[in-house]
């Protein structure tokens, strides 16, 4: 996600070419050549969309507010056509995570077959008008954009910026959420104040569902404050790019599965797309998430989880909504799921806080005009080298600091975001 570059795609591309430029401008490669065809009036054959009646059907009632146990697709055919009022997925990706009793390394093709067959089978369930959104990396989105306008309409191509910290890397660090709409989409809820309002203590403080934080604002309570003491308006305009909302970071906020989505993701879904006591469905419904946060924003909800584990996780934070407990607040836990292959780190008391270190590896890259190697913090840092190892899972991590100039209550000028961009391309020093 680059948005420091300004370029109309209809016209002038040299800003774009001149960072593709930037980037690979390194040995062996002596050249770029850029082809331009947008003059060679290409167009996309148009699918055949499927009719749309204006019937809608009843759920049975055994079906609403649960959490259902079995595969996906045998689960879906239960589920009359024209029933539901917003779908929601975020599928296996097939990159080999550790999920209990399930293979996510299938061969690609039979990948995306099992994926064609939920995906039809959600859009039949949908009501017409009524919305599905499937969570994805960007590559198999494409893949899945060319499925899903066989069968829906294109409605949103939501790009969710979830990366934790600062790199240098040309990484993925964004998600797509597809928006399909079965026939023409009806107005969206959450835009037209029929989503309702509703106050959750999982969020962050500065989270808004339908009202952004702007982007460099200071994401601290005391900060929060100080804004809100001088009425200073730190939100911005909903609009496809979501950039402040970030992913678990904590062990406190996860339970024991390896793919968790921060709530606050689905209570922006959920909220742009339905109304109280419609129902949100879910056929990879995990450890809950959708439907917690579903449950929490006075919808009906459907969850579909294959694994029995999983399930009895889901079904006893749903009990914790009856209690009066919510199911995202902080809690200690033993954890044996990971999603990462670095290893977790263990539980300790710090004697010297990781920001104070990160503060001082930023302080030596300052003095030496480029991110310090390990030797260098050695040499030139106030603190034993002991602690930057048994306190970080990798030297990135220590540098993250060091890679941007931080957070500010006013908004970044030009320059200072051209400083931020050179310094994220600073080589990675060795360890």
Request: aromatic share 10%.
């Amino acid at each position: 996600m680059w948005r420091d570059l300004v370029c109309e795609l209809e016209g002038d591309l040299a800003p774009i070419i001149k960072r593709f430029a930037d980037l690979f401008g390194i040995e062996p490669y002596r050249e770029i050549q850029v082809f331009d065809c947008r003059l060679m009036n290409l167009n996309r054959i148009q699918s055949s969309i499927i009719n749309v009646t204006s019937q809608e059907n009843d759920i049975p009632e055994y079906l609403i507010d649960q959490v259902l146990e079995g595969d996906c697709l045998e689960r879906l055919r239960e589920i009359p056509d024209n029933s539901i009022d917003f779908v929601f997925t975020d599928p296996p990706y097939n990159l080999g995570k550790k999920y209990l009793g399930y293979s996510d390394n299938l061969e690609i093709k039979e990948y995306f077959k099992w994926c064609d067959h939920w995906i039809a089978e959600t859009a039949r369930i949908l009501k017409p008008g009524r919305t599905c959104a499937i969570l994805n990396i960007p590559l198999w989105a494409v893949r899945h954009f060319l499925f899903i306008k066989t069968v829906l309409e294109f409605q949103n191509w939501i790009v969710w910026d979830a990366l934790a910290f600062p790199v240098r890397f040309i990484m993925p660090a964004h998600y797509t959420i597809l928006c399909f709409s079965k026939g023409e989409p009806r107005e969206l809820p959450g835009l037209t104040g029929t989503a309702g309002t509703f106050y959750l203590t999982s969020a962050p403080k500065t989270f808004d569902a339908l009202k952004p934080l702007a982007d460099n604002y200071c994401l601290r309570l005391a900060c929060l404050n100080k804004r809100k003491e001088g009425n200073i308006n730190d939100h911005t305009t909903l609009t496809d790019l979501w950039t402040d909302i970030h992913r678990l970071k904590h062990n406190s906020r996860r339970v024991d599965h390896p793919c968790q989505l921060p709530p606050h993701l689905m209570y922006r879904i959920i909220s742009i797309f339905t109304k109280p006591d419609e129902v949100v469905l879910d056929c990879f419904n995990g450890a809950g998430t959708t439907t917690l946060a579903a449950n929490q924003l006075r919808r009906k909800y459907i969850g579909i989880e294959a694994l029995d584990k999983y399930c009895l996780i889901a079904r006893e934070r749903h009990a914790e909504i009856i209690a009066g407990l919510d199911p995202f607040r902080k809690e200690e836990r033993t954890l044996t799921a990971k999603n990462s292959p670095v290893p977790r780190m263990l539980k300790q008391k710090y004697e010297i806080s990781k920001k104070t270190l990160q503060l001082e590896v930023k302080r030596i890259a300052n003095q030496l005009g480029h991110l310090p190697s390990r030797d260098e913090v050695i040499k030139y840092g106030e603190y034993s080298i002991e602690y930057y190892d048994k306190y970080f899972v990798s030297w990135g991590e220590v540098c993250a600091a060091a890679r941007t100039t931080g957070m500010t209550e006013n908004r970044f000028s030009d320059n200072q975001l051209q400083e931020m961009i050179q310094l994220s391309l600073l080589p990675e020093p060795e360890s």
